[in-house]
């Protein structure tokens, strides 16, 4: 099975970079782009984030069948833009621009145009970005990095943890689902949706079962190599800040400030191109 | 010297339990002991480890009463963290104790938690590594590891701390044999190069015999029941007293008829004078009947050229074949991840074979759904708590008669008798989660059997269990195999299982059929045992030494001489 938004290693300067570094990017470029409707931006950063998903040299197959998903949805959200306020646009920017009539108050309108196609490029600049960051970060690092950033290094073990043991309980769960189904337990189509419901049970609770045992040695384990004796710990994955890494920290700041300074410039967030 | 370890008039009583589990220890490991700590489940032999590494009473309180001292120090002053740095303890599940992403993180963690520079880390981390031998490993995730290869990772993680005392829970439990005595050997590297204590708790003597130990401690009934020497010990009848299992070879010289002496060094076969019981063993040999060969059935199980792969070109299965007849007990056997389970998985129809048939009675299983072949083929999990999903035992007994709209009249009459015959009918009311781990493997069997299955395959049926349950749960299933004819298919690395209660041994090693034979035979077949990672029966050694020609035949003698004993006994007691 292809492994679906999972850390891959190879060697490119993006896989060099300091988880802390990621993160940190992957933060302020995604509240930025929240932020800025401004079309320039924008567009500058979508560029940017092509290019430097290129960069990243990841593979269709890593992210192909999320991206599909997210795809249905930003469909989803521009249809759901236009049913619910096809007049936005002009509630924006101020003019109202026929191009042709639909049905009762739905007109199409170039400022709904202009206006949705932003949320689009808007899309488009963070999912390369939430990607990049998930697929070139190792997620022992990336717990390390949390911890930097100033978040309990609890809350990064438990991630980490959660990673280590999904192949673990995944097979479990492969192995409990094919001895339930050879007692005649149906968990195929074949099986009425209720019927499907109910057998989950004859699957879930052996796993929750076989998973406590686990969790029981786990813990142990855990405490008897003094896990949670400091308030601090260290961590072997986590990478030095390196040149790279403040260049590219300074970097994301200025653009920030400077994307925000654009945008909010003329005092709305929005770049009007129609007066 | 001052002791180490020393505990003197020590108990120990669970919070939620009546009884002590632990009563008037008094026990001194001396620095740079090795000690063995042998005894039944129940004995109390885990929560005597459990005082040493601070689980006890740091994560299981109760009541302490008497003085326990660690390297001069007492426990609840170091508390659980501070014993960590002294006592460094390896649990039996290789699985469940690896922590990390990759191997160097999870050697690491005790450093991580210690706040340690990273370039410490590396430096400690790399050293431990190449002790243990797992350099090559470092950026390895734990499921590309054998079970071996994690159990020395979990000796690194607790090395780079140290410790004065290594603790190994049953560290052979889930290995097979080959690589149970590479774990023995590293151990004793470690010691040799480190001089640290080691305490290791284990119900397999023989194999934890691999190499000298200093002293053996047998706990019985939260109790020290004996403080000694390997080999007094193995002269006296303590073991057998306590349902711990004699090396075999130790058995052996006994049923001959021989009183083995200390001085003759009975620790091991290799280095036993063995001149005072030859002439014994001989005429033991030649008095001793074999079993008589059970008689020709019917074919009921026939797998013909099979191979599968997951992945064109890698094959995981190639070329098996093999026949099984109506009631035989057969062991599938070869080390962990040799394709055993794949093998099984094959014949209970959870994946395709790339190529080949599997026959029931002479029928093609092909066409056949898993739920159709679950009718007739029953597989019994490793641990009963994969199975059990239903909280009362008549209920999760009834399920797959349930499932399959048998009229309720006929689930009653069926789930009772099967109750019956397991053993499980007084408790037919009673809720799964009261019942003992051993009751519940009942349950999960029963389960199964209700189904009137031709062919039982389970895997792993021992697995953690001491020789008292193993005993127990072996001699139902023969019953079973005996009073209603079932063939049973039993998938294991244990070699006293498959020599004592299975008639055939097919044996895979990297996906190949290497033997199909008496498990006597592959027992005593010096390359196959090699491949298969498993180990030479000690029996061979003994009959080789005692000039017997045929060493599988006196192995065959001994097994029906067991049995036959074994069967005298069950009738005295019934």
Redesign the interface.
């Given at each position: 099975m292809a492994k679906i938004l999972s850390y891959e290693e190879k060697d490119t300067w993006i896989h060099r970079l300091s988880g802390v570094t990621k993160l940190i990017f992957f933060l302020l470029w995604c509240l930025t782009s929240m932020l800025t409707y401004d079309t320039r931006v924008l567009v500058v950063m979508l560029i940017f984030s092509l290019v430097v998903f290129k960069i990243s040299k990841t593979r269709w197959s890593q992210v192909g069948a999320v991206f599909k998903l997210v795809m249905v949805f930003l469909a989803f959200n521009v249809f759901a833009i236009y049913l619910f306020s096809p007049d936005q646009g002009t509630a924006i920017y101020g003019t109202r621009t026929v191009l042709f009539h639909i049905a009762g108050r739905y007109d199409v309108t170039l400022e709904q145009l202009f206006y949705e196609l932003n949320v689009v490029i808007k899309y488009f600049t963070i999912i390369p970005a939430v990607f990049m960051f998930l697929v070139t970060t190792n997620?022992?690092e990336f717990a390390a990095s949390m911890n930097k950033v100033g978040i309990s290094y609890n809350v990064g073990y438990a991630i980490?943890?959660a990673?280590?043991y999904i192949?673990?309980v995944q097979s479990?769960f492969t192995?409990?689902k094919?001895?339930?189904?050879?007692?005649?337990?149906?968990m195929s189509g074949k099986a009425s949706f209720i019927n499907r419901i109910k057998?989950t049970?004859?699957?879930i609770?052996?796993l929750i079962?076989?998973s406590m045992?686990?969790i029981d040695?786990?813990s142990?384990?855990?405490?008897?190599?003094?896990?949670?004796?400091?308030k601090?710990?260290?961590?072997?994955?986590?990478k030095?800040l390196l040149r790279n890494d403040y260049l590219t920290i300074g970097f994301t700041m200025l653009f920030t400030a400077a994307a925000l300074l654009i945008t909010f410039a003329d005092g709305s967030r929005f770049y009007n191109p129609f007066v | 010297m001052e002791p180490i370890i020393e505990f003197k008039d020590f108990s120990f009583k669970y919070r939620a339990q009546k009884e002590p589990t632990l009563r008037n220890i008094n026990l001194s490991i001396m620095s740079g002991e090795k000690v063995l700590i042998v005894g039944p489940s129940g004995s109390g032999k885990s929560t005597l480890a459990h005082c040493i590494n601070g689980l006890v009473p740091f994560s299981w309180s109760g009541e302490i009463t008497g003085s326990l001292r660690i390297a001069g120090k007492n426990p609840a002053d170091l508390g659980l963290f501070g014993l960590s740095k002294i006592v460094g303890t390896v649990l039996q599940d290789t699985d469940g104790q690896f922590i990390g992403l990759t191997v160097a993180e999870d050697i690491a963690f005790a450093l991580e938690n210690d706040m340690t520079p990273q370039e410490e880390m590396f430096r400690k981390v790399n050293e431990v590594a190449e002790m243990v031998d797992v350099k090559g490993l470092l950026d390895h995730a734990p499921r590309e590891l054998s079970g071996g290869q994690k159990q020395r990772v979990s000796m690194a993680g607790v090395m780079v701390d140290d410790v004065k005392i290594l603790l190994f829970d049953e560290p052979l439990a889930n290995l097979d044999p080959a690589t149970g005595k590479r774990a023995i050997a590293m151990i004793d590297q470690i010691r040799e190069k480190r001089n640290t204590t080691i305490v290791i708790i284990e119900h397999r003597l023989e194999d934890a015999l691999y190499r000298d130990v200093d002293r053996i401690i047998v706990v019985g009934d939260g109790r020290i029941v004996t403080d000694t020497t390997p080999d007094e010990l193995l002269c006296g009848d303590i073991l057998n007293r306590q349902g711990i299992r004699e090396p075999l070879y130790v058995t052996a010289i006994k049923h001959a008829g021989g009183k083995i002496s200390p001085k003759d060094k009975p620790q091991h076969i290799e280095s036993m004078h063995l001149e005072p019981y030859a002439q014994k063993v001989r005429e033991w040999f030649d008095r001793t009947e074999a079993k008589k060969p059970k008689a020709d059935t019917p074919s009921v199980l026939k797998v013909e050229d099979l191979y599968f792969s997951y992945v064109e070109g890698r094959p995981i299965l190639q070329h098996i074949h093999f026949d099984i007849h109506k009631g035989e007990m057969v062991s599938i056997v070869g080390k962990n991840g040799a394709g055993k389970s794949t093998l099984s998985n094959l014949i209970c129809g959870f994946y395709e074979p790339t190529r080949g048939r599997i026959l029931l009675n002479g029928q093609d299983m092909a066409p056949l759904s898993i739920k159709e072949r679950g009718e007739k083929i029953g597989l019994v999990m490793q641990s009963p708590n994969q199975m059990i999903s239903k909280p009362m035992i008549f209920e999760e007994v009834a399920l797959g008669l349930q499932v399959r709209g048998v009229s309720q009249e006929e689930i009653g009459e069926r789930v009772n008798e099967t109750l019956k015959i397991c053993g499980l009918y007084p408790f037919r009311n009673w809720p799964v989660s009261a019942l003992s781990f051993g009751q519940k493997k009942r349950v999960s069997i029963a389960s199964i059997l209700v189904m009137k299955p031709e062919v039982l395959i389970l895997d792993e049926p021992t697995a953690g269990q001491d020789y008292r349950h193993y005993t127990e749960i072996m001699e139902f299933l023969k019953e079973i195999n005996e009073n209603s004819g079932i063939t049973i298919i039993m998938i294991t690395h244990d070699m006293h299982l498959m020599l004592e209660y299975t008639d055939r041994a097919i044996v895979i090693a990297d996906g190949h059929l290497i033997a199909d034979d008496t498990p006597a035979k592959v027992l005593t077949n010096e390359t196959i045992a090699d491949k298969a990672y498993l180990k030479k029966t000690s029996l061979y050694d003994l009959a080789l030494d005692c000039q017997i020609e045929d060493p599988s035949e006196f192995v065959e003698r001994f097994i029906a001489y067991e049995r036959e004993k074994r069967g005298k006994e069950d009738q005295g007691n019934g």
């Amino acid at each position: 099975m292809a492994k679906i938004l999972s850390y891959e290693e190879k060697d490119t300067w993006i896989h060099r970079l300091s988880g802390v570094t990621k993160l940190i990017f992957f933060l302020l470029w995604c509240l930025t782009s929240m932020l800025t409707y401004d079309t320039r931006v924008l567009v500058v950063m979508l560029i940017f984030s092509l290019v430097v998903f290129k960069i990243s040299k990841t593979r269709w197959s890593q992210v192909g069948a999320v991206f599909k998903l997210v795809m249905v949805f930003l469909a989803f959200n521009v249809f759901a833009i236009y049913l619910f306020s096809p007049d936005q646009g002009t509630a924006i920017y101020g003019t109202r621009t026929v191009l042709f009539h639909i049905a009762g108050r739905y007109d199409v309108t170039l400022e709904q145009l202009f206006y949705e196609l932003n949320v689009v490029i808007k899309y488009f600049t963070i999912i390369p970005a939430v990607f990049m960051f998930l697929v070139t970060t190792n997620p022992s690092e990336f717990a390390a990095s949390m911890n930097k950033v100033g978040i309990s290094y609890n809350v990064g073990y438990a991630i980490s943890i959660a990673l280590r043991y999904i192949p673990d309980v995944q097979s479990e769960f492969t192995k409990i689902k094919h001895a339930q189904e050879a007692r005649g337990i149906e968990m195929s189509g074949k099986a009425s949706f209720i019927n499907r419901i109910k057998n989950t049970a004859a699957i879930i609770f052996p796993l929750i079962f076989s998973s406590m045992d686990r969790i029981d040695v786990v813990s142990n384990a855990m405490e008897l190599r003094g896990y949670g004796k400091h308030k601090k710990r260290t961590w072997y994955m986590e990478k030095k800040l390196l040149r790279n890494d403040y260049l590219t920290i300074g970097f994301t700041m200025l653009f920030t400030a400077a994307a925000l300074l654009i945008t909010f410039a003329d005092g709305s967030r929005f770049y009007n191109p129609f007066v | 010297m001052e002791p180490i370890i020393e505990f003197k008039d020590f108990s120990f009583k669970y919070r939620a339990q009546k009884e002590p589990t632990l009563r008037n220890i008094n026990l001194s490991i001396m620095s740079g002991e090795k000690v063995l700590i042998v005894g039944p489940s129940g004995s109390g032999k885990s929560t005597l480890a459990h005082c040493i590494n601070g689980l006890v009473p740091f994560s299981w309180s109760g009541e302490i009463t008497g003085s326990l001292r660690i390297a001069g120090k007492n426990p609840a002053d170091l508390g659980l963290f501070g014993l960590s740095k002294i006592v460094g303890t390896v649990l039996q599940d290789t699985d469940g104790q690896f922590i990390g992403l990759t191997v160097a993180e999870d050697i690491a963690f005790a450093l991580e938690n210690d706040m340690t520079p990273q370039e410490e880390m590396f430096r400690k981390v790399n050293e431990v590594a190449e002790m243990v031998d797992v350099k090559g490993l470092l950026d390895h995730a734990p499921r590309e590891l054998s079970g071996g290869q994690k159990q020395r990772v979990s000796m690194a993680g607790v090395m780079v701390d140290d410790v004065k005392i290594l603790l190994f829970d049953e560290p052979l439990a889930n290995l097979d044999p080959a690589t149970g005595k590479r774990a023995i050997a590293m151990i004793d590297q470690i010691r040799e190069k480190r001089n640290t204590t080691i305490v290791i708790i284990e119900h397999r003597l023989e194999d934890a015999l691999y190499r000298d130990v200093d002293r053996i401690i047998v706990v019985g009934d939260g109790r020290i029941v004996t403080d000694t020497t390997p080999d007094e010990l193995l002269c006296g009848d303590i073991l057998n007293r306590q349902g711990i299992r004699e090396p075999l070879y130790v058995t052996a010289i006994k049923h001959a008829g021989g009183k083995i002496s200390p001085k003759d060094k009975p620790q091991h076969i290799e280095s036993m004078h063995l001149e005072p019981y030859a002439q014994k063993v001989r005429e033991w040999f030649d008095r001793t009947e074999a079993k008589k060969p059970k008689a020709d059935t019917p074919s009921v199980l026939k797998v013909e050229d099979l191979y599968f792969s997951y992945v064109e070109g890698r094959p995981i299965l190639q070329h098996i074949h093999f026949d099984i007849h109506k009631g035989e007990m057969v062991s599938i056997v070869g080390k962990n991840g040799a394709g055993k389970s794949t093998l099984s998985n094959l014949i209970c129809g959870f994946y395709e074979p790339t190529r080949g048939r599997i026959l029931l009675n002479g029928q093609d299983m092909a066409p056949l759904s898993i739920k159709e072949r679950g009718e007739k083929i029953g597989l019994v999990m490793q641990s009963p708590n994969q199975m059990i999903s239903k909280p009362m035992i008549f209920e999760e007994v009834a399920l797959g008669l349930q499932v399959r709209g048998v009229s309720q009249e006929e689930i009653g009459e069926r789930v009772n008798e099967t109750l019956k015959i397991c053993g499980l009918y007084p408790f037919r009311n009673w809720p799964v989660s009261a019942l003992s781990f051993g009751q519940k493997k009942r349950v999960s069997i029963a389960s199964i059997l209700v189904m009137k299955p031709e062919v039982l395959i389970l895997d792993e049926p021992t697995a953690g269990q001491d020789y008292r349950h193993y005993t127990e749960i072996m001699e139902f299933l023969k019953e079973i195999n005996e009073n209603s004819g079932i063939t049973i298919i039993m998938i294991t690395h244990d070699m006293h299982l498959m020599l004592e209660y299975t008639d055939r041994a097919i044996v895979i090693a990297d996906g190949h059929l290497i033997a199909d034979d008496t498990p006597a035979k592959v027992l005593t077949n010096e390359t196959i045992a090699d491949k298969a990672y498993l180990k030479k029966t000690s029996l061979y050694d003994l009959a080789l030494d005692c000039q017997i020609e045929d060493p599988s035949e006196f192995v065959e003698r001994f097994i029906a001489y067991e049995r036959e004993k074994r069967g005298k006994e069950d009738q005295g007691n019934g």
